[in-house]
């Protein structure tokens, strides 16, 4: 495969196109929107379930709202969301620490893109409960598990994405700055980093997301 291709394969990979048009979704009004959403929800749920008339199958909007309302004053289940919260920032972090810099050295040199992308196209494809046997082996009970599975999940997202913001910036800027004279590390503070962010930024939105449902 061409240098050439090997970039486009992991560009695509991250679904550019997908994450410009859900930033492009909400538009003006999209507040608003949200709230009329949830107000249609709301009714369509209240009436459908006391049609229904069955709280074991339907529960009922405001017994719902009434669990969710004891559940947020319960000491018990504060501490557990705090701890799950914990978990999942602490995992999100070492996969930012991870998949940033090797994001940003894949998206920076097409060598070390093409050498590395075998390896991460084969691990992200293996299933994250794959691997909750062999992470409860290494780590053992407790937070080791599910810290590793967090980071896991959202590694490859940051690294993709940190490559997708990498490569989006314009070669004019680095033919700008070397015909000025700067060097590797003034391009990569001034210009790659600063133009990566918003790819940066949505991979470590994603890889929080992606941390949440891995939390067993």
Do not use: C
């Not at 314009?170 to 015909?179: C, H, L, V, W």
Request: aromatic content about 12%; charged content about 10%; proline content about 5%.
């Amino acid at each position: 495969m061409s240098e050439n291709k090997q970039v486009d394969r992991m560009i695509h990979a991250t679904k550019n196109k997908d994450r410009q048009n859900w930033r492009k979704m909400g538009g003006k009004n999209y507040n608003i929107g949200a709230i009329i959403s949830l107000i249609i929800i709301a009714v369509t749920w209240f009436f459908a379930a006391h049609a229904v008339n069955q709280p074991f199958i339907f529960p009922y909007l405001e017994t719902v709202l009434y669990q969710v309302y004891y559940s947020l004053t319960d000491m018990y289940v504060l501490e557990n969301l705090a701890i799950t919260m914990r978990r999942v920032l602490t995992g999100s972090v070492y996969a930012f620490v991870i998949g940033f810099p090797l994001g940003m050295i894949m998206g920076y040199s097409p060598k070390f893109l093409q050498a590395m992308s075998p390896f991460i196209n084969s691990l992200r494809q293996v299933p994250i409960m794959a691997w909750v046997p062999l992470s409860i082996v290494w780590l053992g009970i407790g937070d080791g598990p599910t810290v590793f599975l967090i980071a896991f999940s959202g590694i490859f997202t940051i690294i993709l994405n940190t490559v997708a913001g990498v490569q989006d910036i314009s070669k004019d800027f680095y033919n700008a700055a070397r015909s000025m004279g700067a060097g590797t590390l003034s391009i990569i503070k001034d210009i790659v980093i600063p133009g990566s962010l918003p790819g940066v930024l949505t991979g470590v939105r994603l890889a929080i997301g992606l941390g949440w449902m891995s939390v067993i």
